[in-house]
């Protein structure tokens, strides 16, 4: 308890219950990038959900309101050889 992290399973429940709508593998890409290197049954709970505000506002805000928020620029953690190349680019545009 207030440890920051929690089991992965009751993370992935979690994220079921808020109906976040994410495929296997990118439930398994989320709780790679957010395991505990210590615990592997374990997810960086405290550290997903500050990774999460920070998208929204900064920390301590309110002592400085008025301050202007940069835009966010969201970290990738996609495996770069899965990515499509120029062509495959192409075919989707094509497509949509």
Do not use: W
């Not at 920070?54 to 301590?60: G, S, V, Y």
């Amino acid at each position: 308890m207030r440890k920051g992290v929690i089991d992965a399973t009751k993370f992935r429940t979690t994220l079921y219950a808020q109906k976040l709508q994410l495929t296997t593998e990118e439930y398994e890409k989320l709780e790679n990038h957010f395991r505990d290197p210590t615990n592997p049954l374990k997810i960086r709970y405290f550290d997903f959900n500050e990774e999460i505000e920070r998208i929204f506002t900064d920390k301590d805000l309110e002592k400085n309101p008025t301050r202007s928020l940069s835009a966010f620029k969201a970290p990738s953690i996609l495996d770069p050889k899965s990515q499509l190349s120029a062509t495959e680019e192409d075919e989707l545009n094509v497509c949509m």
